[in-house]
Protein backbone atom coordinates (compact mmCIF):
# COMPACT_ATOMS: atom_id res chain seq x y z
CA UNK A 1 0.00 0.00 0.00
CA UNK A 2 0.68 3.64 -0.87
CA UNK A 3 2.58 5.83 2.21
CA UNK A 4 0.14 8.81 3.02
CA UNK A 5 1.52 11.90 4.50
CA UNK A 6 -0.94 13.59 6.44
CA UNK A 7 -1.22 16.97 4.55
CA UNK A 8 -2.83 15.21 1.46
CA UNK A 9 -5.91 14.55 4.08
CA UNK A 10 -6.22 18.12 4.86
CA UNK A 11 -8.63 19.14 2.26
CA UNK A 12 -11.24 16.73 3.61
CA UNK A 13 -10.30 17.67 7.53
CA UNK A 14 -9.96 21.18 9.85
CA UNK A 15 -6.20 21.03 10.35
CA UNK A 16 -3.31 19.60 11.82
CA UNK A 17 -1.65 19.23 14.95
CA UNK A 18 1.99 17.98 14.89
CA UNK A 19 4.05 16.90 11.67
CA UNK A 20 2.27 17.39 8.36
CA UNK A 21 4.88 15.33 6.85
CA UNK A 22 3.46 12.65 9.14
CA UNK A 23 3.11 9.26 6.50
CA UNK A 24 0.81 5.75 7.32
CA UNK A 25 0.53 2.90 5.98
CA UNK A 26 -3.23 1.69 6.30
CA UNK A 27 -6.05 2.53 8.21
CA UNK A 28 -7.97 1.12 11.22
CA UNK A 29 -10.83 2.02 13.43
CA UNK A 30 -10.08 -0.60 16.15
CA UNK A 31 -7.07 -0.41 18.54
CA UNK A 32 -6.97 -4.17 19.14
CA UNK A 33 -5.99 -4.38 15.34
CA UNK A 34 -4.09 -1.22 14.61
CA UNK A 35 -0.38 -1.64 13.79
CA UNK A 36 2.35 0.29 14.05
CA UNK A 37 2.73 2.96 10.69
CA UNK A 38 -0.87 2.70 10.70
CA UNK A 39 -3.79 5.55 10.93
CA UNK A 40 -5.79 5.55 13.75
CA UNK A 41 -9.35 6.78 13.62
CA UNK A 42 -10.96 7.51 16.34
CA UNK A 43 -14.48 6.54 15.96
CA UNK A 44 -17.17 7.02 19.00
CA UNK A 45 -18.75 3.45 18.96
CA UNK A 46 -21.54 1.98 20.51
CA UNK A 47 -20.17 1.10 24.03
CA UNK A 48 -16.77 3.44 23.77
CA UNK A 49 -15.18 6.12 22.19
CA UNK A 50 -12.48 5.70 20.25
CA UNK A 51 -10.26 8.54 21.20
CA UNK A 52 -9.91 6.80 24.84
CA UNK A 53 -7.10 4.25 23.10
CA UNK A 54 -5.20 6.98 21.93
CA UNK A 55 -2.56 7.00 25.18
CA UNK A 56 -2.20 2.94 24.45
CA UNK A 57 -1.76 3.20 21.20
CA UNK A 58 1.13 5.82 21.31
CA UNK A 59 2.50 3.73 23.54
CA UNK A 60 1.80 1.15 21.13
CA UNK A 61 4.20 2.65 18.55
CA UNK A 62 1.11 4.61 16.27
CA UNK A 63 1.54 7.79 15.61
CA UNK A 64 -0.55 9.00 12.68
CA UNK A 65 -4.30 9.81 14.24
CA UNK A 66 -8.02 11.15 12.99
CA UNK A 67 -9.58 12.65 15.60
CA UNK A 68 -12.70 14.87 16.28
CA UNK A 69 -12.46 18.69 16.30
CA UNK A 70 -13.92 18.77 19.42
CA UNK A 71 -11.74 16.16 20.98
CA UNK A 72 -8.67 18.43 20.11
CA UNK A 73 -10.63 21.61 21.53
CA UNK A 74 -10.90 19.94 24.87
CA UNK A 75 -7.83 18.20 24.58
CA UNK A 76 -5.06 20.96 23.50
CA UNK A 77 -2.31 20.54 26.22
CA UNK A 78 -2.53 16.48 25.93
CA UNK A 79 -2.03 16.85 22.09
CA UNK A 80 0.58 19.35 22.34
CA UNK A 81 2.41 16.54 24.79
CA UNK A 82 2.04 13.45 22.40
CA UNK A 83 3.29 15.94 19.75
CA UNK A 84 6.33 16.96 21.72
CA UNK A 85 7.08 14.04 23.17
CA UNK A 86 6.23 11.00 21.27
CA UNK A 87 6.46 12.29 17.79
CA UNK A 88 3.01 11.92 17.66
CA UNK A 89 0.52 13.93 14.60
CA UNK A 90 -2.93 14.40 14.60
CA UNK A 91 -5.34 15.16 11.62
CA UNK A 92 -8.46 17.13 12.98
CA UNK A 93 -11.61 16.72 11.53
CA UNK A 94 -15.20 17.83 11.70
CA UNK A 95 -16.72 14.69 11.57
CA UNK A 96 -14.21 11.29 11.18
CA UNK A 97 -15.99 9.21 9.52
CA UNK A 98 -17.29 11.46 6.72
CA UNK A 99 -13.37 12.80 6.18
CA UNK A 100 -12.11 9.04 6.68
CA UNK A 101 -14.59 8.03 3.35
CA UNK A 102 -13.18 11.25 1.79
CA UNK A 103 -9.99 10.20 2.03
CA UNK A 104 -10.46 6.24 0.83
CA UNK A 105 -11.93 7.95 -2.31
CA UNK A 106 -9.46 10.19 -3.06
CA UNK A 107 -6.72 7.24 -1.98
CA UNK A 108 -8.45 4.77 -4.58
CA UNK A 109 -8.25 7.89 -7.23
CA UNK A 110 -4.79 8.05 -7.15
CA UNK A 111 -4.69 4.36 -8.62
CA UNK A 112 -7.46 4.60 -12.27
CA UNK A 113 -5.07 1.66 -13.23
CA UNK A 114 -6.64 -1.05 -10.58
CA UNK A 115 -9.95 -2.56 -12.23
CA UNK A 116 -12.71 -2.23 -8.91
CA UNK A 117 -15.24 -4.93 -8.55
CA UNK A 118 -17.71 -4.51 -6.44
CA UNK A 119 -20.17 -7.15 -5.16
CA UNK A 120 -23.87 -6.45 -3.35
CA UNK A 121 -26.24 -8.89 -2.02
CA UNK A 122 -28.72 -9.71 0.48
CA UNK A 123 -27.32 -13.21 1.46
CA UNK A 124 -23.71 -14.76 -0.26
CA UNK A 125 -21.81 -11.91 -1.04
CA UNK A 126 -19.03 -12.59 0.85
CA UNK A 127 -18.77 -15.99 -0.24
CA UNK A 128 -18.62 -14.42 -3.92
CA UNK A 129 -16.01 -12.25 -2.96
CA UNK A 130 -13.81 -14.86 -1.62
CA UNK A 131 -14.53 -16.89 -4.75
CA UNK A 132 -13.52 -14.07 -6.61
CA UNK A 133 -10.58 -12.46 -5.70
CA UNK A 134 -9.04 -16.45 -5.33
CA UNK A 135 -10.20 -16.63 -8.97
CA UNK A 136 -8.36 -13.48 -10.45
CA UNK A 137 -5.55 -14.31 -8.09
CA UNK A 138 -4.73 -17.27 -10.08
CA UNK A 139 -3.40 -14.87 -12.71
CA UNK A 140 -3.63 -11.56 -11.68
CA UNK A 141 -2.03 -9.35 -8.25
CA UNK A 142 -5.58 -8.85 -6.63
CA UNK A 143 -6.76 -6.81 -2.99
CA UNK A 144 -9.45 -7.93 -1.61
CA UNK A 145 -12.02 -7.24 1.14
CA UNK A 146 -10.79 -9.21 4.78
CA UNK A 147 -13.38 -10.61 6.48
CA UNK A 148 -16.47 -8.33 6.89
CA UNK A 149 -15.04 -5.23 6.07
CA UNK A 150 -18.14 -3.95 4.03
CA UNK A 151 -19.77 -1.10 5.60
CA UNK A 152 -19.69 2.76 5.68
CA UNK A 153 -17.02 2.06 8.21
CA UNK A 154 -15.99 -1.02 7.22
CA UNK A 155 -14.80 -0.23 3.12
CA UNK A 156 -12.95 3.06 3.80
CA UNK A 157 -10.43 0.69 5.50
CA UNK A 158 -10.32 -1.79 2.72
CA UNK A 159 -9.49 1.08 0.28
CA UNK A 160 -6.15 2.08 2.32
CA UNK A 161 -5.11 -1.49 1.62
CA UNK A 162 -4.61 -1.23 -2.15
CA UNK A 163 -1.56 -1.21 -3.48
CA UNK A 164 -0.34 0.90 -6.73
CA UNK A 165 1.16 -2.30 -7.93
CA UNK A 166 -2.65 -4.55 -7.58
CA UNK A 167 -3.98 -5.18 -10.81
CA UNK A 168 -7.83 -5.97 -9.72
CA UNK A 169 -9.42 -4.71 -6.30
CA UNK A 170 -12.67 -6.57 -4.73
CA UNK A 171 -14.84 -4.87 -2.49
CA UNK A 172 -17.77 -6.37 -0.49
CA UNK A 173 -20.57 -3.87 -0.31
CA UNK A 174 -23.12 -4.46 2.61
CA UNK A 175 -25.52 -1.76 3.36
CA UNK A 176 -28.69 -1.96 6.14
CA UNK A 177 -29.59 1.79 6.00
CA UNK A 178 -31.04 4.30 2.63
CA UNK A 179 -28.38 5.96 1.51
CA UNK A 180 -25.52 4.04 2.49
CA UNK A 181 -24.66 2.36 -1.21
CA UNK A 182 -24.15 6.01 -2.49
CA UNK A 183 -21.66 6.57 -0.15
CA UNK A 184 -20.03 2.88 -1.08
CA UNK A 185 -20.03 3.77 -4.23
CA UNK A 186 -18.34 7.21 -4.29
CA UNK A 187 -15.69 5.74 -2.84
CA UNK A 188 -15.59 2.49 -5.19
CA UNK A 189 -16.30 3.91 -8.21
CA UNK A 190 -16.99 -0.09 -9.44
CA UNK A 191 -16.78 -1.15 -13.14
CA UNK A 192 -17.63 -4.34 -12.53
CA UNK A 193 -20.34 -5.62 -10.33
CA UNK A 194 -21.82 -8.63 -8.93
CA UNK A 195 -25.41 -8.70 -7.19
CA UNK A 196 -25.75 -11.90 -5.33
CA UNK A 197 -29.58 -11.47 -5.00
CA UNK A 198 -31.80 -8.85 -3.44
CA UNK A 199 -34.18 -10.69 -0.66
CA UNK A 200 -35.73 -8.61 2.36
CA UNK A 201 -32.60 -8.89 4.66
CA UNK A 202 -32.64 -5.40 6.26
CA UNK A 203 -36.20 -4.67 4.85
CA UNK A 204 -37.36 -3.04 7.78
CA UNK A 205 -34.82 -0.40 7.22
CA UNK A 206 -35.83 0.96 4.37
CA UNK A 207 -39.70 2.84 3.96
CA UNK A 208 -40.77 0.50 1.32
CA UNK A 209 -40.82 -3.12 -0.40
CA UNK A 210 -38.77 -1.49 -3.24
CA UNK A 211 -36.44 0.58 -1.25
CA UNK A 212 -33.90 -2.23 -0.53
CA UNK A 213 -34.12 -2.41 -4.50
CA UNK A 214 -33.09 0.82 -5.65
CA UNK A 215 -30.14 1.13 -2.63
CA UNK A 216 -28.60 -2.10 -3.50
CA UNK A 217 -29.35 -1.24 -7.37
CA UNK A 218 -26.78 1.80 -7.16
CA UNK A 219 -24.15 -0.30 -7.12
CA UNK A 220 -24.19 0.15 -10.81
CA UNK A 221 -24.71 3.91 -10.48
CA UNK A 222 -21.11 5.27 -10.72
CA UNK A 223 -20.01 3.02 -14.04
CA UNK A 224 -21.87 4.73 -16.80
CA UNK A 225 -22.33 2.95 -19.96
CA UNK A 226 -18.90 1.20 -19.12
CA UNK A 227 -20.97 -0.90 -16.60
CA UNK A 228 -20.45 -5.05 -16.83
CA UNK A 229 -22.80 -6.43 -14.41
CA UNK A 230 -23.06 -9.70 -13.22
CA UNK A 231 -26.56 -10.77 -11.92
CA UNK A 232 -28.22 -13.89 -10.85
CA UNK A 233 -30.67 -15.24 -13.05
CA UNK A 234 -32.92 -16.65 -10.50
CA UNK A 235 -32.49 -13.20 -9.13
CA UNK A 236 -36.47 -11.81 -9.19
CA UNK A 237 -35.50 -8.28 -9.78
CA UNK A 238 -33.36 -9.02 -12.74
CA UNK A 239 -35.69 -7.28 -14.95
CA UNK A 240 -35.31 -4.17 -13.52
CA UNK A 241 -31.57 -3.78 -13.53
CA UNK A 242 -30.74 -2.73 -17.21
CA UNK A 243 -33.89 -0.61 -17.16
CA UNK A 244 -32.19 1.63 -14.87
CA UNK A 245 -28.89 1.75 -15.32
CA UNK A 246 -27.16 0.78 -18.82
CA UNK A 247 -24.87 -1.31 -19.43
CA UNK A 248 -23.45 -4.66 -20.19
CA UNK A 249 -24.98 -7.51 -18.37
CA UNK A 250 -24.17 -10.93 -17.97
CA UNK A 251 -26.01 -13.63 -16.58
CA UNK A 252 -24.87 -16.21 -14.24
CA UNK A 253 -25.87 -19.20 -12.15
CA UNK A 254 -26.61 -23.06 -11.67
CA UNK A 255 -27.87 -24.01 -15.36
CA UNK A 256 -27.07 -20.74 -16.77
CA UNK A 257 -22.88 -20.79 -16.28
CA UNK A 258 -21.90 -22.52 -19.06
CA UNK A 259 -19.66 -25.74 -18.56
CA UNK A 260 -20.45 -25.67 -14.35
CA UNK A 261 -21.43 -29.46 -13.41
CA UNK A 262 -22.50 -30.76 -10.06
CA UNK A 263 -20.52 -34.25 -10.60
CA UNK A 264 -21.22 -35.12 -7.18
CA UNK A 265 -23.23 -33.72 -3.69
CA UNK A 266 -20.97 -34.48 -0.98
CA UNK A 267 -23.67 -32.88 1.32
CA UNK A 268 -22.58 -31.09 4.04
CA UNK A 269 -18.92 -32.29 2.58
CA UNK A 270 -19.88 -29.72 -0.54
CA UNK A 271 -19.71 -30.33 -3.62
CA UNK A 272 -17.21 -31.89 -7.02
CA UNK A 273 -18.00 -29.85 -9.77
CA UNK A 274 -16.99 -30.26 -13.20
CA UNK A 275 -15.81 -26.74 -14.79
CA UNK A 276 -15.16 -26.89 -18.20
CA UNK A 277 -12.60 -29.74 -18.87
CA UNK A 278 -11.42 -29.32 -14.92
CA UNK A 279 -12.87 -30.73 -11.74
CA UNK A 280 -12.72 -29.79 -8.58
CA UNK A 281 -14.08 -30.07 -4.85
CA UNK A 282 -15.58 -27.65 -2.64
CA UNK A 283 -16.43 -27.51 0.84
CA UNK A 284 -18.87 -25.12 0.32
CA UNK A 285 -22.27 -27.00 0.79
CA UNK A 286 -25.54 -26.16 -0.24
CA UNK A 287 -27.45 -25.69 -3.36
CA UNK A 288 -27.05 -21.94 -2.61
CA UNK A 289 -23.24 -22.09 -2.98
CA UNK A 290 -23.51 -23.53 -6.37
CA UNK A 291 -25.01 -19.97 -7.52
CA UNK A 292 -22.17 -18.19 -5.82
CA UNK A 293 -19.51 -20.62 -7.42
CA UNK A 294 -21.15 -19.69 -10.78
CA UNK A 295 -20.80 -15.61 -9.59
CA UNK A 296 -16.76 -16.25 -9.68
CA UNK A 297 -16.52 -18.48 -12.67
CA UNK A 298 -18.63 -16.23 -14.67
CA UNK A 299 -15.84 -12.66 -13.87
CA UNK A 300 -12.80 -15.51 -14.02
CA UNK A 301 -14.30 -15.97 -17.33
CA UNK A 302 -14.68 -12.85 -18.24
CA UNK A 303 -11.40 -11.61 -17.29
CA UNK A 304 -9.66 -14.23 -19.40
CA UNK A 305 -8.97 -16.72 -16.90
CA UNK A 306 -8.61 -20.56 -18.25
CA UNK A 307 -11.01 -23.21 -16.66
CA UNK A 308 -7.89 -25.09 -14.95
CA UNK A 309 -7.30 -20.72 -13.50
CA UNK A 310 -10.48 -21.12 -12.89
CA UNK A 311 -11.25 -24.22 -11.40
CA UNK A 312 -7.84 -23.88 -9.05
CA UNK A 313 -9.39 -20.78 -7.26
CA UNK A 314 -12.40 -22.72 -6.80
CA UNK A 315 -11.22 -25.09 -4.94
CA UNK A 316 -8.68 -23.07 -2.76
CA UNK A 317 -11.08 -21.54 -1.26
CA UNK A 318 -11.77 -23.90 2.13
CA UNK A 319 -14.29 -21.36 4.41
CA UNK A 320 -15.40 -18.06 4.39
CA UNK A 321 -15.05 -17.12 8.60
CA UNK A 322 -17.13 -17.48 11.26
CA UNK A 323 -20.61 -18.38 11.14
CA UNK A 324 -20.85 -18.91 7.25
CA UNK A 325 -21.79 -22.74 7.18
CA UNK A 326 -18.80 -23.83 10.19
CA UNK A 327 -19.14 -27.58 11.04
CA UNK A 328 -18.07 -29.11 14.39
CA UNK A 329 -18.02 -32.57 14.67
CA UNK A 330 -18.29 -34.13 18.22
CA UNK A 331 -20.44 -35.76 19.78
CA UNK A 332 -23.16 -33.51 18.55
CA UNK A 333 -22.76 -32.79 15.02
CA UNK A 334 -23.27 -29.17 14.85
CA UNK A 335 -23.70 -26.65 11.50
CA UNK A 336 -22.81 -23.15 13.16
CA UNK A 337 -25.07 -20.95 10.43
CA UNK A 338 -25.65 -18.36 12.64
CA UNK A 339 -23.63 -14.99 10.93
CA UNK A 340 -26.86 -13.48 9.46
CA UNK A 341 -30.55 -14.76 8.49
CA UNK A 342 -33.09 -13.56 6.29
CA UNK A 343 -35.81 -15.61 4.89
CA UNK A 344 -34.63 -16.64 1.51
CA UNK A 345 -31.18 -18.10 3.81
CA UNK A 346 -33.20 -19.87 6.14
CA UNK A 347 -35.20 -21.25 3.32
CA UNK A 348 -32.28 -22.21 2.03
CA UNK A 349 -30.91 -23.95 5.26
CA UNK A 350 -33.88 -25.30 6.37
CA UNK A 351 -34.05 -26.97 2.69
CA UNK A 352 -30.51 -28.37 2.98
CA UNK A 353 -30.81 -29.87 6.06
CA UNK A 354 -33.67 -31.45 5.16
CA UNK A 355 -32.31 -32.98 2.30
CA UNK A 356 -29.37 -34.51 3.75
CA UNK A 357 -29.03 -37.85 5.73
CA UNK A 358 -28.54 -38.16 9.20
CA UNK A 359 -27.92 -41.33 11.55
CA UNK A 360 -29.25 -39.48 14.81
CA UNK A 361 -32.06 -37.04 15.00
CA UNK A 362 -32.25 -33.61 13.30
CA UNK A 363 -32.60 -30.58 15.64
CA UNK A 364 -32.99 -26.80 13.98
CA UNK A 365 -32.79 -24.08 16.80
CA UNK A 366 -34.40 -21.81 14.71
CA UNK A 367 -33.38 -17.82 15.88
CA UNK A 368 -35.76 -14.49 14.78
CA UNK A 369 -35.15 -12.92 11.86
CA UNK A 370 -34.54 -9.07 12.57
CA UNK A 371 -34.75 -6.01 10.64
CA UNK A 372 -37.71 -7.26 8.18
CA UNK A 373 -40.51 -4.32 9.59
CA UNK A 374 -44.25 -4.57 9.24
CA UNK A 375 -43.87 -7.95 7.54
CA UNK A 376 -41.56 -9.85 10.23
CA UNK A 377 -45.01 -11.77 11.08
CA UNK A 378 -45.42 -12.64 7.68
CA UNK A 379 -42.32 -13.98 7.12
CA UNK A 380 -41.97 -16.09 10.48
CA UNK A 381 -44.88 -17.42 9.78
CA UNK A 382 -43.44 -18.68 6.30
CA UNK A 383 -40.52 -20.20 8.36
CA UNK A 384 -42.99 -21.74 10.68
CA UNK A 385 -45.04 -23.34 8.25
CA UNK A 386 -41.46 -24.23 5.94
CA UNK A 387 -40.07 -26.08 9.29
CA UNK A 388 -43.73 -27.84 10.05
CA UNK A 389 -43.14 -29.70 6.65
CA UNK A 390 -39.56 -30.78 6.87
CA UNK A 391 -40.55 -32.85 9.34
CA UNK A 392 -37.38 -32.20 11.86
CA UNK A 393 -36.84 -34.40 14.66
CA UNK A 394 -37.24 -31.19 16.78
CA UNK A 395 -37.60 -26.92 16.45
CA UNK A 396 -36.56 -24.80 19.11
CA UNK A 397 -37.44 -21.47 18.43
CA UNK A 398 -35.97 -18.21 20.09
CA UNK A 399 -35.48 -14.47 20.35
CA UNK A 400 -38.98 -12.38 20.38
CA UNK A 401 -39.80 -12.17 16.31
CA UNK A 402 -39.76 -15.85 16.57
CA UNK A 403 -42.81 -16.18 18.28
CA UNK A 404 -45.10 -15.55 15.10
CA UNK A 405 -43.11 -18.55 13.73
CA UNK A 406 -43.64 -21.02 16.49
CA UNK A 407 -47.53 -20.64 16.43
CA UNK A 408 -47.64 -21.22 12.39
CA UNK A 409 -45.33 -23.99 13.08
CA UNK A 410 -48.32 -25.67 15.60
CA UNK A 411 -51.11 -24.54 13.24
CA UNK A 412 -49.45 -26.67 10.48
CA UNK A 413 -48.85 -29.57 12.34
CA UNK A 414 -45.50 -29.22 13.60
CA UNK A 415 -44.13 -31.70 16.27
CA UNK A 416 -41.56 -31.16 18.96
CA UNK A 417 -41.76 -27.85 18.56
CA UNK A 418 -40.79 -25.06 21.45
CA UNK A 419 -40.28 -21.32 21.62
CA UNK A 420 -38.83 -19.20 24.25
CA UNK A 421 -37.45 -15.67 24.37
CA UNK A 422 -35.11 -16.62 26.80
CA UNK A 423 -31.68 -17.63 25.85
CA UNK A 424 -30.65 -19.67 29.39
CA UNK A 425 -34.06 -21.74 29.00
CA UNK A 426 -33.26 -22.42 25.41
CA UNK A 427 -29.94 -23.75 26.35
CA UNK A 428 -31.25 -25.85 29.30
CA UNK A 429 -34.21 -27.52 26.59
CA UNK A 430 -31.22 -27.97 23.73
CA UNK A 431 -29.35 -29.69 26.56
CA UNK A 432 -32.07 -32.32 27.58
CA UNK A 433 -33.00 -32.50 23.57
CA UNK A 434 -29.82 -33.19 21.85
CA UNK A 435 -28.02 -37.17 21.98
CA UNK A 436 -24.84 -38.40 20.64
CA UNK A 437 -25.15 -38.72 17.09
CA UNK A 438 -27.56 -36.12 16.55
CA UNK A 439 -26.99 -32.80 14.08
CA UNK A 440 -27.98 -29.50 15.20
CA UNK A 441 -28.87 -26.57 13.40
CA UNK A 442 -28.07 -23.51 14.39
CA UNK A 443 -29.37 -20.78 12.20
CA UNK A 444 -30.89 -16.95 13.51
CA UNK A 445 -29.70 -13.24 13.02
CA UNK A 446 -25.95 -12.05 13.98
CA UNK A 447 -27.35 -10.13 17.17
CA UNK A 448 -28.95 -13.25 18.93
CA UNK A 449 -24.99 -14.98 18.91
CA UNK A 450 -26.94 -17.92 18.89
CA UNK A 451 -22.70 -19.80 18.47
CA UNK A 452 -22.88 -19.52 22.15
CA UNK A 453 -24.77 -23.14 22.05
CA UNK A 454 -22.11 -24.63 20.50
CA UNK A 455 -20.31 -24.94 24.29
CA UNK A 456 -23.36 -27.00 25.35
CA UNK A 457 -22.99 -29.34 22.65
CA UNK A 458 -19.25 -30.61 23.14
Avoid at 375 to 387: I, N, Q, V
Wanted: aromatic residues 10%; charged residues 25%; hydrophobic residues 40%.
Amino acid sequence: MRTVALYELLPFAVSIIGSEEKGFRGAAVDSRVCGEGSLFAALPGERTDGHRFIPELIAGGVRAFLIARSFADENKERLNGWVKNDGAAFLVAEDVLETLQSAAEWYLSLMPQVRRIGITGSSGKTTVKELTAAVLGRRYRVAYTKGNLNSEIGLPLVAFSVDPDDEIAVFEMGINRPGEMDVLTRIVRPQTAVITNITSAHAGMFPDGDGLVREKMKIFSRAGGGLTAFVNRNDGNRPLYGTVYPGTYIEYGFGVTPDVEAVENLGYGGWRLRIGGEEAETPLFGRYNLENICAAVAVGRAFGLSDEEIAGGIASVRGVGFGRGCLKNGRVFVIEDCYNANPGSMAAAVELFRETPSEGRRIFVAGAMRELGARSDEYHRELGCRTAAAGFDAVLFYGNEAAAAFEAFEAAGGRNGFFTADFDVLKDRLVAEAKDGDRVLLKGSRGLRLERLEAVLE
